[in-house]
């Protein structure tokens, strides 16, 4: 079944979801941004899309209405929107309850999170990203089940408390992992090293993890307690106070841990 979507917000999630809609056979009626500019370049990839810069929506044909804004615009933008009568809005965040949407003017609410890091220009097929639901009515919940399934072969139903604890748990593998390899690129490059030799480790390292499971996984000084060696480390970060405590956190933890 194809639905008729309109699409809040024209940031990195707006920006791949639309077309995966697109492809999916959905309509993308019309996008809102609030820089009429930055919608009317998002719907130039699509084909019958209508750029937009208000939030009077009560004669749109759409029935589904997604938000995909800034965790911290949520409420403001929910509150904000006019639609039409047995509109479903839903927004995108890992982090906020269905509860936010509330006092909007939708007939009824839920969640359409994609689990997956999106990056504007960067292509990711969507048959691999789970897509997490939530809503607190029957019929509705069957229709995000039929979005969700027509996008993705990885659909789960998931309250917002267990949401909460998946995000957070996203932060650690994804931001923070991410955030470490900055790190590292930071100190191979003081050093004048070409970070390309660490790219055989790395991709080891999430290989390895994911089969045998992250703990089983672990290597490293702190893992064999090589204080002599973790000293070394230290000291020879004393350059950045900051990136000398990570290191010792972690160590700490690594040891703790195991």
Not at 111 to 139: C, M, N, S
Not at 243 to 250: G, Q
């Amino acid at each position: 079944m194809a639905y008729r979507i309109v699409i809040i917000g024209t940031g990195n999630v707006a920006w791949h979801l639309a077309s995966a809609l697109e492809d999916a056979g959905h309509t993308v009626t019309e996008i809102y941004g609030r820089d009429i500019q930055k919608a009317t370049k998002l719907t130039g990839k699509l084909y019958t899309t209508e750029p937009v810069d208000s939030l009077d929506f009560s004669e749109s044909e759409a029935e589904i209405f997604i938000l995909a804004v800034s965790d911290d615009a949520v409420t403001e933008v929910a509150d904000a929107v006019i639609l039409p009568e047995e509109s479903i809005l839903v927004h995108t965040s890992g982090t906020l309850p269905i509860d936010v949407l509330g006092y909007s003017s939708a007939t009824y609410t839920g969640i359409f999170y994609p689990l997956q890091t999106f990056t504007k220009g960067r292509e990711l097929d969507f048959r691999d990203v789970p897509i997490l639901l939530e809503a607190d009515d029957p019929g509705v919940l069957a229709k995000l089940k039929k979005l969700a399934k027509s996008l993705s072969d990885l659909v789960y139903v998931i309250r917002s408390k267990d949401r909460k604890a998946l995000h957070v748990a996203a932060v650690f593998a994804s931001n923070f992992s991410n955030h470490m390899l900055r790190l590292s690129e930071e100190i191979m490059s003081r050093q004048g090293l070409d970070f390309e030799m660490l790219k055989p480790l790395i991709i080891e390292t999430i290989s390895k993890s994911l089969e045998l499971g992250a703990k089983k996984a672990q290597t490293g000084p702190a893992k064999r307690e090589d204080f002599e060696t973790m000293e070394e480390h230290y000291r020879f970060l004393n350059y950045n106070e900051q990136v000398a405590e990570i290191y010792r956190l972690i160590s700490q933890d690594i040891i703790d841990s195991h």
